[in-house]
């Protein structure tokens, strides 16, 4: 990224800041697992089985590395975004990583440089201009200084787009800046003979909004900083499976459902967790609500891949399955597979009990059935005494 940036700005800099730190973790015991289990509960930092820095093709049940002491300890990896704790277990930091926003020129010119796809990682309809390496000219790009790596819109400031809503998209130019909140903003009123006669916010070119003032004779003009309003919230909508979802389809969301047999109705799938990742280090975690729908306020370009997890605070549905055994280590989890963009917005998980039994698809039925009977039992105990962080093994 360095480099990249060093490309594209007169503003050259040594090394850029890091924004998160990629690592490698050894853990050594059970305690260990049900440690990196509790970490993500709490912090929403998704923890995978398998290096994120190669490109997924094709995943498979699991990943066991062939240095690791057991198949249930094998290494894990996660990204820790700067400010967040790290787990309580043995790590390494595997590299410092700059995740600039992926429509930035500089995403795409640190792509370009080592020699991978920018269009594969957002896709081609992402509507990112294109820059030519060769064309691009650091001396007649200047960054101002509120998007400078010492900044603490550094480096959200890059976005190529604003998103403050869909009728004030900006294409970012890396020679004028074009940001809109991130800037020094001035609430100036000007008086002639005492008399408000004018009010008008600029912005400020050197960051001091007396640049703006005058005091004459009769007239004059005072000047304040100006804060603009926070942008509204994203606007919703409803998708297929009766969710409110982000109206931007980058945005995942969807629904987690199970066929009630007593009713032959899909029912939610309450307070399960869901695991997301891009084809990046961009990773995020969060959780169904009591209608079984889901949202994660991030948008994701080019492919995500997606995973139901069947833990949260109440209690984890473990199992014994050969094709998996860390279901009964870190609990049951579902790959819900590869999620080709732009649309995210829309993804709906269905489990269907299955005549066959011991297959995958009434595994998961069960499992779904049983952390929706582990809710029901916690909303109404009936006078049976409430046990928290329950652990269930199906077999």
Same mark, same amino acid.
């Given at each position: 990224m360095t480099l990249a940036w060093n490309k594209l700005y007169k503003e050259n800099v040594k090394v850029l800041p890091k924004t998160h730190t990629y690592i490698k973790i050894y853990p050594l015991s059970d305690d260990d697992l049900e440690s990196l289990r509790q970490y993500t509960m709490k912090e929403k930092i998704a923890i995978f089985d398998f290096p994120l820095e190669y490109e997924l093709l094709e995943m498979g049940e699991y990943y066991v590395d062939t240095k690791a002491s057991k198949p249930e300890l094998t290494f894990q990896y996660a990204? &820790?975004?700067?400010?967040? &704790?790290?787990?309580?277990?043995?790590?390494?930091? #595997?590299?410092?990583?700059v995740l600039a926003p992926d429509k930035s020129y500089l995403t795409q010119i640190s792509f370009k440089l080592s020699g991978n796809s920018y269009e594969?990682? #957002?896709?081609?309809?992402?509507? #990112?201009?294109n820059l030519e390496i060769d064309k691009v000219d650091p001396k007649n790009n200047s960054i101002k200084p509120n998007c400078r790596p010492d900044s603490p819109f550094w480096p959200g400031c890059l976005e190529l787009f604003n998103d403050r809503n869909e009728l004030e998209l900006k294409i970012f130019n890396p020679s004028t800046q074009n940001t809109f909140l991130n800037e020094q903003w001035c609430e100036c009123i000007s008086y002639d003979y005492g008399y408000e006669v004018n009010r008008f916010i600029a912005l400020s070119s050197t960051g001091d909004c007396s640049e703006f003032e005058y005091n004459g004779n009769t007239s004059s003009t005072e000047c304040q900083p100006y804060t603009w309003p926070p942008p509204p919230p994203p606007s919703l909508i409803t998708n297929q499976c009766g969710c409110q979802v982000y109206a931007n389809e980058r945005k995942p969301g969807g629904c987690v459902r199970v066929i009630n047999t007593n009713t032959n109705g899909l029912v939610a799938v309450r307070k399960v967790a869901i695991h997301m990742k891009d084809t990046w280090f961009n990773t995020d975690v969060t959780f169904t609500d009591d209608d079984g729908c889901w949202k994660i306020n991030a948008e994701y370009y080019g492919s995500a891949w997606m995973w139901v997890r069947f833990y949260n605070e109440n209690a984890t549905i473990r199992a014994l399955r050969l094709a998996d055994p860390f279901d009964l280590f870190n609990g049951v989890r579902d790959y819900v597979g590869s999620i080709s963009g732009p649309q995210f917005n829309n993804i709906n998980v269905e489990y269907h009990p299955d005549n066959n039994v011991g297959s995958v698809a009434q595994l998961f039925w069960a499992v779904a059935t049983t952390h929706n009977a582990v809710q029901e039992y916690l909303n109404h105990p009936d006078g049976i005494p409430v046990w928290s962080d329950l652990n269930i093994i199906i077999f």
């Open positions: 990204v &820790i975004p700067k400010g967040k &704790i790290f787990p309580n277990v043995k790590y390494e930091i #595997v590299d410092e990583l594969k990682k #957002v896709g081609k309809d992402s509507k #990112v201009p």
